[in-house]
């Protein structure tokens, strides 16, 4: 899991979405934890509490702050069809599977190498995207063909430039042979990708099966990252 999504603390709020809970740790409170955390620990927790969208998911409900990212694509490129069958991959905490249910999705099923909480009306699947089979899995657990397909899917990075960049593009085309094959025909496919790297490959392929092929940077995305994503709308 990247830095930017691990999940939101959640605290009291009016309404949770699906999957979200009232209980809690407001802000004012001690983390009694943090000076037995590693130095990236206590800053990941430090950077969490001074951004205003980890402040905004922990308020409404919402398991990440990845969360608005969805919902300013979809805002802005009407994704979340009402009664749309949708398959997340990477899906851990649960930030878009509330989304996508959230705004009308009837079938929403979740990969992740992670448990994932319980959400009501979703369908969790702990594995890895990769292995063999899981594909199969996640079809099956649908019950019909995606109408789309979501990949967040971030591996946790070593350091090492070359392998990471292999590691990200290797995701992005994994993700997008399954949506490429099982996605109904006006489907749409949204992909994590990375500013600078490599994905030309994946890229060309997406321009010959969807009608179009948008890079998308949410204003949730933080501005210093390289994170941009791939939507890529209306499967031929
Ligand atoms: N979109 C999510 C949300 O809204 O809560 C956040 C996803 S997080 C950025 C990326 C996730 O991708 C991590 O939880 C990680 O475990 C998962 N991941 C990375 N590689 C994976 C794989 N091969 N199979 C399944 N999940 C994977």
Known sequence: MSEDEKPAERRRMVKPPTGGTAAGRGMGQKIKTADKKSMSSQQWIKRQLADPWSERARAEGWRSRAAFKLMQMDDHLG???????VIDLGAAPGGWV???????????????????????????????????????????????????????????????????????IALIEIAADFAIRTLKPGGAFVTKNFQGGNAGGVLARLREEFETVKPFKPEASRKGSSEVYLVATNRR
């Not at 994704?79 to 069958?85: A, D, E, M, S």
């Not at 089979?133 to 996640?138: A, C, I, K, M, N």
Request: overall charge negative; aromatic content about 2%; some cysteine.
């Open 79 to 85: 994704l979340i069809k009402p009664g749309c069958r």
């Open 98 to 168: 509330q989304v996508a249910l959230d705004r009308g999705a009837k079938a929403v099923v979740g990969v992740d190498l992670l448990p994932i909480e319980h959400i009501a009306g979703a369908e969790l699947i702990q594995a890895d995207f990769t292995h063999a089979g899981v594909d199969r899995q996640l079809m099956e657990a649908l019950g019909g063909a995606p109408d789309l397909v979501l990949s967040d899917m971030a591996h946790n990075t070593i350091g090492h430039r070359q392998t990471d960049h292999l590691k990200i």
